[in-house]
Each structure stands twice: as C-alpha cells, then as structure tokens.
C-alpha cells in the first residue's frame, strides 16, 4: 500500500502536524491501527512529564510518600540501624 503524507490535528493543542509517509509505514510494521493523535511535541511533552518511572517498564520506587522507619540492631556488629 503507498502511503502518502496526512495533515493530522493535534488533540491537545490543536496543531497541525505532518504524519508522514515513513512515520505510516513504521505505525503499520509495529502493528499499530491507530494514527496518532498528539504532535511531536505534545508526545514528548506526555512522556516527559509521566509519573511512571519511563522505560517502558512502568511502577519505579517514586511518588509513594514518607515510609515509616523502624530501629532495628544489627546481628553483626550490634548497632542499631533503620529499616
């Protein structure tokens, strides 16, 4: 199937972007139906500011608040250590 360049509107900022021909071809050989709806920038902007942790991996240790501490003494040497 030829693909040709698509004048797209952004669903965040409303501008217009070009989903070109290349960038169609890589969508359909990832197995992706949808075209996309962000602009270049606006994706960027969404995975900069995700709370997720990025690398595709998703969770990470951050955002979960203050843990509680406790002292504990260490079998080894006798100090007390937080845990």
């Known amino acids: 199937m030829p693909y040709t360049d698509k004048t797209l509107v952004c669903s965040d900022c409303g501008a217009e972007f070009t989903f ?27 995975k900069g500011d995700s709370p997720r942790g990025g ?3 998703g969770g990470g240790y951050g955002g979960g608040g203050d843990r509680e501490m406790f002292t504990v003494t260490c079998s080894s040497c006798g100090k007390d250590a937080k845990v």
């Open 20 to 46: 070109t021909a290349g960038e169609q071809e890589f969508h359909e050989s990832k197995g992706f139906t949808n075209e996309p709806r962000r602009c270049p920038n606006c994706r960027r902007a969404r």
């Open 55 to 57: 690398g595709g991996g």
